[in-house]
């Protein structure tokens, strides 16, 4: 499926959790390795490539600086509250419903 928006084609894949790709990327979908600034849809690109097994979580943990459990809290975010989850200014309101 695609959506035309200010003059760009931007693709969209049927069933896909996360955002399309946008561009800011080395052709492969997943952020450039040298990334400082991870917004959501960011995160959310470097979740859906493992998950496709485009890249494996040791992989992304490597190129990105990553540590396991943060690569886990992002794919729990998803899961749980979409792409929306991984906004920074949104985690503690996530992680206060998840406590008993």
Known sequence: MTSEAAGAVVEYRIG????????????????????KRWVMRRKAQIVDGVRNGQISLEEACRRYSLTVEE?????????????????????QEYRRSERP
């Open 71 to 91: 690569f886990l809290s992002w794919q729990r975010l998803i899961e749980r509250h979409g792409m929306r989850g991984l906004r920074t200014t949104r985690l």
């Open 16 to 35: 896909a959790p996360t955002a399309p790709d946008t561009g800011d990327s080395d052709g492969d979908g997943l952020p450039p390795p040298d990334t």
